[in-house]
């Protein structure tokens, strides 16, 4: 079985603002505790879930850390992406205070979500509850 990327992390990161208005308009009802696999008007297979205590920055199985913005992580397909601007997005050099940005010159998703190598069957087998996640081999715990 081949392997593909997939990005691990929270989805508003490398999401336009149409795709992920969609993405989360799909969800908004729904608490995520146990995480689903959604699937977008085009086809594009995302599975996201809720952590257990918010947004923050949680530390994987994989010694990565992984920042939350919106409450939620999720995997998703390169493919699936790799057209969105936010996920082609670099960091800018400074911050706000003028100060330089500690990950200048960084795609957006570099250094808040990761990029894994997997199988469609482990993609398939994605699944949370109450804030653990399983993404193929990377384990992320959330409370």
């Known amino acids: ?14 999401l336009d603002e149409e795709t992920n208005n969609e993405l989360f308009g799909l969800v908004q009802n729904d608490p995520l505790i146990e995480g689903k696999f959604v699937t ?4 594009r297979k995302f599975f996201i879930g809720s952590t ?14 992984y920042s939350v913005d ?16 936010k996920f082609n997005h670099k960091m800018p050099n400074k911050l706000a205070n003028g100060k330089p940005h500690p990950f200048a010159g960084k ?11 997997m199988t469609d069957e482990s ?16 384990k992320i715990i959330t409370i």
């Open 1 to 14: 079985m081949e392997n593909k990327e997939y990005y691990i992390g929270d989805l508003c990161y490398v």
């Open 70 to 85: 919106s409450g939620t992580i999720g995997i998703v397909a390169i493919n699936d992406i790799k057209n969105e601007e």
């Open 107 to 117: 795609l957006y998703y570099e250094s808040l979500g990761h990029i894994h190598n």
């Open 52 to 65: 257990a205590h918010g947004d923050g920055g949680y530390l994987g199985s994989d010694g990565n850390e």
């Open 40 to 43: 977008l008007k085009d086809g």
């Open 123 to 138: 993609f398939n087998f994605c699944m949370s509850s109450g804030g653990c996640f399983k993404f193929g081999d990377v």
